[in-house]
Each structure stands twice: as C-alpha cells, then as structure tokens.
T-cell receptor
Framework: SQQGEEDPQALSIQEGENATMNCSYK?????LQWYRQNSGRGLVHLNL?????REKHSGRLRVTLDTSKKSSSLLITASRAADTASYFC???????????FGKGTRLHILP | NAGVTQTPKFRVLKTGQSMTLLCAQD?????MYWYRQDPGMGLRLIHY???????AKGEVPDGYNVSRLKKQNFLLGLESAAPSQTSVYFC?????????????FGQGTRLTVV
C-alpha cells in the first residue's frame, strides 16, 4: 500500500491566495519530499525535509513536518496560474531504498 | 545534460504482445526506479535497482520484469501485455534516497494495451 496520502485530492483557489496541501504517512521516515507534476509531464522535485527538521522555506514554498503526527504540509503563498499542477509527497524510509509516492493533490489556480 | 530519458514516449500494444521500455540516465546515479501512474492512484513503484546488476520488487511488480546490465540503463519488460497494464510509466533515478537526495524523472511513456 502507498505510504503517503495527500489531502485534499483536489483544490481550486483564486490567483493570489495561498494553497495548503497535506500529506500523511504510515511508518517512520528518513526524509519526505514534495514533487510537482504539470499535466502530461514528468515530476519535478520541489523540496526535501529531513526527519529531524520541522520547517523549510524555498521562495514561495513552505514545507512543514510533524513526525509525531506522521504528517507534512506544503504551503504555496501568493499562488499564480503557473502553479496549476498535481503535487505529490514521497517518503524515503530509514534503511530502505524505495521512494514511495502518495496519490497527489490536483491544484487549480483560478484567474 | 540529458538527465533521464525514456523511450519510447508512446506505444500501443495488442494483448499478449511483449515490449521493453528503456530508461537511460547520464548522472551516474546508483538508484533507478520504474513507476506506473494511473488516474486517482498516484505513482506506484513497480521495480527498482540499487546498482548495476541488482533489481528488487516494488509495490506492484506482477507482470513486469526488469534488468540493469549497465549502470546507466534500466529496462522494464512486459512479457505478455494485458489491458490492465495500460498506464503511463515513469522512470526515475537518484544518487541515494538514504543520502537525502532528490529523484529525477523522465518524461514518461504512455502505453495502451488493446
């Protein structure tokens, strides 16, 4: 079964608003990664947060990690039309070689 | 720097036919992965490799075989294609997930089995 589960499955917001996507996972992890996928394209890495980190910032992106709740969030501030895409969390477990993805959140930015 | 290249990009197979998908990376990565993506299911790991000559099963390995004869190439084979294998297939490579490095993805292969 898949390790990560994103919430919500789909999200539509107005341009300029903030978008928050959540990811829950089941087992202990070494790190958690977020990826973006534009329609029909491959995935692009956005951010990686280690299990001993709580928050990371990169431009308009903010990623948080709560290992006690086994959850992470991705916040996109001041959304733009170009942010319309699917967003996936992926986990790499300690002493495991696999990268396991969740089902993703489809984000649609309305003009 | 090409990154991860998948061939072919599109393919239509008849049920029972066989085919091989090729993934090539030029980043000297040890780890390579094959995923399939279906609507509403996200990406599911089929098989992966931790180095030349090694392969391992992922979440959904049935009906697929893989080989990693050269470090830069990871092949995914379908011996007898079934309509349930209609999907978009993605290859990815990574230096090492345990070293906290990202995965790089190819552009995908859209496979239809009729």
């Amino acid at each position: 079964s898949q390790q990560g589960e994103e919430d919500p499955q789909a999200l539509s917001i107005q341009e300029g608003e903030n978008a928050t996507m959540n990811c829950s996972y089941k087992t202990s992890i070494n790190n958690l990664q977020w990826y973006r996928q534009n329609s029909g394209r491959g995935l692009v890495h956005l951010n990686l947060i280690r299990s001993n980190e709580r928050e990371k910032h990169s431009g308009r992106l903010r990623v948080t990690l709560d290992t006690s709740k086994k959850s992470s969030s991705l916040l996109i501030t001041a959304s733009r039309a170009a942010d319309t895409a699917s967003y996936f969390c992926a986990t790499a477990q300690y002493r495991d070689d696999k990268i396991i993805f969740g089902k993703g959140t489809r984000l649609h930015i309305l003009p | 720097n090409a990154g991860v290249t998948q061939t072919p990009k599109f393919r239509v197979l008849k049920t029972g036919q066989s085919m091989t998908l090729l993934c090539a990376q030029d980043m000297n990565h040890e780890y390579m992965y094959w995923y399939r993506q279906d609507p509403g299911m996200g990406l599911r790991l089929i098989h992966y490799s931790v180095g030349e000559g090694t392969t391992a099963k992922g979440e959904v390995p049935d009906g697929y075989n893989v080989s990693r004869l050269k470090k830069q190439n990871f092949l995914l084979g379908l011996e007898s294609a079934a309509p349930s294998q209609t999907s978009v297939y993605f290859c990815a490579s990574s230096y090492s997930p345990g070293e906290e490095t990202e995965a790089f993805f190819g552009q995908g292969t859209r496979l239809t089995v009729v």
